[in-house]
Each structure stands twice: as C-alpha cells, then as structure tokens.
C-alpha cells in the first residue's frame, strides 16, 4: 500500500542522508580540494558527502516512485526501556572509560549487551566480549600504537 509522500519512511530517510550528504560535501570543499596529482585535505571528504548524496537520491527517488511504509511502521514494537539502557550504558563507558579503562570498560559493556539486552549464552558472551575486546585492544595499542586507557589495569597492559 502507497502512503502519502509525507509520511513516507524512505523519502524522509533520504532527504536527511541527502541533507548530510551535502553538508559533508560542502565542508569537505571548503577545506579544499587540491588536484588530482596533490589532492587536498578535503578532496576525500568532498567525494565522501557527493556518494552520500547520490546514494540518498536514489533512495528519495524510489520511494517517490514505489512507495514505502509509513513513518509510524518504524516504531511499532520498539523496546524502549532497551533503548534507554542502552543510552545510559553508553554514558557510563563513556564517564569510567579513562577511570577504569579500555579493557575493564569494553568487556563489562560487551557482557552486559549480550546478557541483558539481547541475551545469549553465558559462554557466548563470555567469548566473544573477551575475544572482542582483546582482539580490538591488541590491534589498536599493539599494532597501530594508539594509546588506551589501562585503568585499573596498567601493571598487567603495562
């Protein structure tokens, strides 16, 4: 069923991408350009906000033509007391992440999502928050020397 241009999910969906893709784009020209042999700082920002943009076109121009679901239809079902545990566990990362540290910070993150919010096995979890959180540890701090918070940690991450 076609709904009304305005309450059409895709079309307002793709005017905000084309919106963000245009605003990329312009910043993106206002750092500059450069040319082709010495592009400048803003040659692959400009290129980025241009595919965003064309791609949200595209996406404004099949909804005008097929139609979509209502805006409404989005949020049918939605589980907002997640949502909101999810918003405040983001906060706490974010406040006991240079406290506490990397490592604790993610894994106690990572098990908490994958035991309470969208819960899996104990033994899932514990292996892929583990495996996650080590694995993002060693590339970031190891391989491409990006310092971490250690936290509580520090002796042991040294």
């Known amino acids: ?19 963000f893709g245009a605003f990329i784009a312009y ?8 040319v082709a042999r010495e592009p400048g700082s803003g040659f692959a920002i400009f290129w980025l906000g241009l595919f965003t943009a064309a791609f949200a076109l595209s996406i404004i121009f099949s909804a005008i033509n097929e139609g979509s679901e209502d805006i409404a239809s989005l949020w049918q079902g939605t589980r907002w007391g997640r949502v909101a545990l999810i918003i405040v566990l983001l906060l706490l990362f974010g406040f006991f992440f240079e406290r506490i540290g990397f490592v604790i910070c993610s894994l106690t993150l990572l098990l908490v999502l994958m035991r309470f919010v969208d819960p899996v096995p104990w033994t899932t979890a514990l292996v892929t928050s583990i495996t996650a959180t080590f694995g993002v540890w060693y590339t970031l701090s190891k391989l491409l020397l990006i310092q971490l918070p250690n936290g509580l940690l520090s002796p042991w991450l040294g």
């Open 27 to 34: 910043h993106g020209y206002e750092l500059g350009l450069g």
């Open 1 to 19: 069923m076609k709904v009304s241009l305005l309450r059409n999910a895709q079309l307002w969906g793709g005017l905000v991408w084309l919106a």
